[in-house]
């Protein structure tokens, strides 16, 4: 088990067109059967130190390397990526894009084939790796009717199919609903289990680093620390101020001032009855009235939705009878599976889908009277990746769209943007290309072309999906101070701590119908319910749920602590 | 997805080995190439009408029902205008200016059609190891394929981002012509960029699976020709020597007719 693997040794990397080095001297080496997650915020090098080790880096990219990679006695530099792919495969992040076939079988064919693997031999690995990752029911469906989870789950098969001794997987999860990330997180488990098998993952999710041998936290493109999953998670310190999230229940302990921090809930069940820890329940009771009278207050309804039903041509039911109001002043999120109707309902909200039967009345107008470009001015709506809107080259042009087709006059414009821009925290970029700022750059100029038309009602799909931890708390925040200045927040997620510290209330989605809504301490209260729609409350508030309150971060639970000050 | 253009229900047409497919492609197009006047080109019509019911490809014909209808009405325009006759029809038209510009378009119409049906019909993989079988290199097959691919891809993104700037305020049913084509501009760029983005993952998934390591490769589908197929063949064989022993004799061309 000690012999490496892959051993990365002074691994320089830069670009072309680029100043700054993405990765600036790494040494790594990974050992046989091992299973390292690397963590890090974005831009810090992650997927370029993924595609260093199957030779995408030097041969792919263009740019300048320094150092060596070597796996299995193969420097990266004398072996095309082809090559590279008989020992090292490689799953992507984006399952669309990746997959080229028509036909499940053919995809898993497609690495073997090349390598002029017989037919007989071919047939006997679709076979088997279909099995392994559970989709031999779909073997003769075209990829393109599977959902996303079970397209990352075929993406992986195609990969093993090639039998390789190392697996990298640059974010495999990031774009899947939670079903389908703990689907493909089941089959990661049982390959790090595999002795044969070396696996590299980069991943976001941090309670999925608890299966991890060893962790590797990169920032800036240097390996910050490297060391046993225990102890980098016991790193809250580290972990933070890299922009790493660490997880809830540790992060709890540490605070109270233990030294030996739990990781996963039982171990926190455990330590917080040794510790003689109990929650006073004054204390809590005073969080929960003060919350109630919080939402008490929104009582003007904005958005009134009545019997809803949509029908998609043909006759998918997307929606069945959904009734729901919001009202001005409320920050809810809407979480459910991809698939239960959260963005057909949302869609509603501004006009760009019609009720199949029912009403949906915004100011007390039915939509279908509004329309598109008038219910734009009341109701905003941020799709989920700004790559989808973002046209102009400058930002000032793009945020300033939606206002001049409204037919603001220019000094209005001037002044919708530079509001805009300061709320979402880009001023004085406005002269900027879009295109060559960050992800979580470009989200917020998705925002703010949002927010320069000064809608009432901000509807944001997967505001925080693509973004590392602090930039998600970045983004939230600044959308939290919007819902302080009076916008009505309604937003689609699937990051069940960002519902957990944001959204005011919750509406839980199942199935074209609404199977659970009120305040979100009440929603996660309900861990049964939530099971049932596949969806998780974070470890922390499960922890939370077991001790028979509902604590929504690691901070009320402190503030609730007997002996604790106010 | 509805975005695909591979029908997957197994007709008839379907079910026939692609190298016939391709093979009636291509005689089709010698077939519909052979005669000037539309009433000779009628038996060849029939038999891509009826590729296209069996097959259902008029799903897809339907969905490109208006570049079909733009491209019929500027044929039956400019065939007019650049030919003329000696039997006058009415203002500047001649029968024979009128027959000609009718056999253009069916031309037109009839060689998209017969394209439709075989993609309609075939399996991107099937296409191109048909395409290899019959002595196409790998590569040019995998790039034609990887085109087709495409399509679907971009049509889905091409929804959501109209749906994203239609929210924004983007009205794309009012103004004139040179106003509506600006309006595009907002949606062509996120689909380029978007496209652009999603290629470079393919290509990279392309080679971290292995494309082009070996010089030989082996390929998963195999065909086998079924008697179904050796009848169509032989059919579309016999029926286009007919057409061109016809051709040579003369048969089929519109008489009086002048073109520019």
């Given at each position: 088990m000690t012999e490496s693997v892959v051993s990365v040794n002074k691994l320089q990397y830069r670009y072309r067109g680029?100043?700054?080095?993405?990765?600036?001297g790494i040494d790594l080496d990974i050992a046989s059967g091992e299973f390292l997650m690397l963590m890090g915020p974005s831009e810090a090098g992650k997927s370029t130190l993924a595609a260093t080790i199957n030779g995408l880096i030097p041969h792919f990219h263009v740019g300048k390397m320094a150092g060596d990679v070597i796996v299995m006695e193969r420097n990266t530099r004398d072996f095309t990526v082809a090559k590279m792919a008989e020992i090292v495969g490689m799953v992507f992040q984006d399952f669309e894009a990746q997959l080229f076939s028509t036909n499940v079988e053919l995809e898993v064919a497609f690495g073997p084939e090349n390598f002029a693997v017989d037919r007989e031999e071919i047939k006997r690995r679709i076979d088997e790796n279909l099995n392994y990752v559970g989709l031999e029911a779909s073997r003769n469906r075209p990829p393109s009717t599977l959902s996303g989870g079970q397209k990352q789950k075929l993406a992986i098969a195609s990969v093993l199919a090639l039998k390789p001794k190392v697996l990298v997987m640059d974010e495999p999860t990031t774009d899947l609903d939670p079903i389908s990330k703990s689907g493909v997180f089941e089959i990661t488990h049982r390959l790090c289990k595999r002795e044969d098998l070396t696996l590299m993952m980069v991943e976001h999710e941090t309670e999925e680093?608890?299966?991890?041998?060893r962790i590797a936290l990169i920032k800036d493109g240097n390996l910050i620390k490297v060391g046993p999953t225990r102890e980098i998670l016991s790193d809250v310190e580290t972990l933070e101020s890299i922009g790493v999230m660490p997880l809830g229940i540790p992060k709890f302990f540490k605070s109270v001032g233990h030294k030996d921090l739990p990781l996963t809930i039982e171990e926190g069940l455990e330590t917080f009855s040794d510790a003689g820890l109990e929650i006073s329940e004054d204390k809590y009771q005073q969080i929960i009235s003060d919350e109630n009278a919080d939402i008490a207050k929104n009582t003007e309804p904005l958005i009134k939705v009545e019997n809803l039903t949509h029908v998609y041509k043909g006759d998918v039911h997307a929606l069945n009878g959904v009734t729901m109001q919001i009202n001005k002043g409320d920050m809810v999120a809407i979480i459910g599976q991809n698939g239960s109707g959260k963005t057909t309902l949302a869609k509603h909200f501004n006009g760009l889908l019609m009720p199949t039967e029912g009403d949906v009345e915004v100011n007390g107008l039915p939509t279908s009277e509004q329309g598109v470009f008038k219910l734009g001015q009341t109701v905003g709506y941020v799709f989920q990746n700004p790559d989808h809107q973002i046209f102009s080259e400058k930002v000032f042009d793009e945020v300033a769209f939606s206002p001049r087709l409204r037919g603001f006059s220019e000094e209005e414009v001037e002044i919708c943007v530079a509001e805009a821009l300061e709320a979402v925290g880009l001023t004085g970029q406005d002269q900027e290309d879009p295109f060559t700022l960050t992800k979580s750059g470009r989200q917020r100029v998705a925002v703010a072309s949002i927010l320069a038309s000064n809608p009432d009602v901000l509807i944001l799909d997967?505001?925080?999906?693509?973004?590392?931890y602090s930039e998600q708390r970045s983004m939230m925040n600044m959308v939290r101070k919007l819902n302080e200045n009076g916008s009505t927040i309604i937003f689609i997620t699937h990051h069940m701590w960002v519902v957990a510290e944001y959204a005011k209330r919750s509406f839980v989605m199942k199935d074209g119908n609404i199977i659970l809504e009120g305040s979100t301490r009440e929603i996660f209260a309900q861990n049964e319910v939530l099971l049932d729609a596949f969806l998780r409350p974070p470890h922390f508030v499960e922890l939370s749920n077991q001790l028979g309150y509902t604590f929504l971060t690691p901070e009320e639970m402190l503030s609730c602590l007997k002996g604790a000050q106010d | 997805m509805d975005s695909e253009i591979y029908i997957d229900n197994n007709s008839f047409v379907h079910r026939l080995d692609p190298r016939v497919k391709i093979t009636i492609f291509l005689l089709t197009f010698v077939a519909i190439l052979l005669f000037q006047d539309p009433l000779w080109m009628l038996p060849i019509t029939v038999l891509v009408v009826i590729q296209i019911i069996i097959s259902q490809a008029y799903i897809n014909l339907g969905r490109i029902r208006y570049v079909l209808i733009v491209l019929t009405i500027s044929s039956m325009v400019l065939w007019n205008l650049f030919s003329t006759g000696e039997?006058?029809?009415?203002w500047r038209l001649s029968v024979e200016s009128m027959q000609f510009a009718i056999a253009r378009t069916l031309l037109m119409v009839l060689m998209i059609s017969a394209g439709m049906v075989l993609i309609t019909s075939t399996r991107n993989e099937e296409l191109v190891n048909g395409m290899i079988e019959l002595g196409m290199p790998y590569r040019v097959g995998f790039a034609i394929s990887t085109a087709l691919r495409l399509v679907p891809t971009i049509a889905s993104s091409a929804v959501t981002i109209s749906q994203a700037q239609r929210s924004r305020g983007l009205d794309l049913d009012s103004g004139n012509l040179f106003e509506r084509i600006k309006k595009f501009l907002p949606l062509l760029v996120p689909v380029f960029i978007s496209t652009i983005r999603s290629t470079n993952i393919f290509g990279m998934a392309l080679e971290s699976k292995g494309f082009g390591a070996r010089e030989k490769r082996t390929y998963y589908l195999v065909f086998h020709m079924e008697k179904a197929d050796y009848v169509v063949l032989v059919f579309y064989i016999i029926f286009v020597a007919v057409s061109v022993y016809f051709a040579l004799m003369g048969f089929g061309k519109i008489d009086g007719l002048i073109r520019f």
């Open positions: 680029q100043k700054g080095y993405a990765l600036d680093a608890l299966y991890a041998d997967e505001p925080t999906t693509g973004l590392d | 039997t006058q029809l009415f």
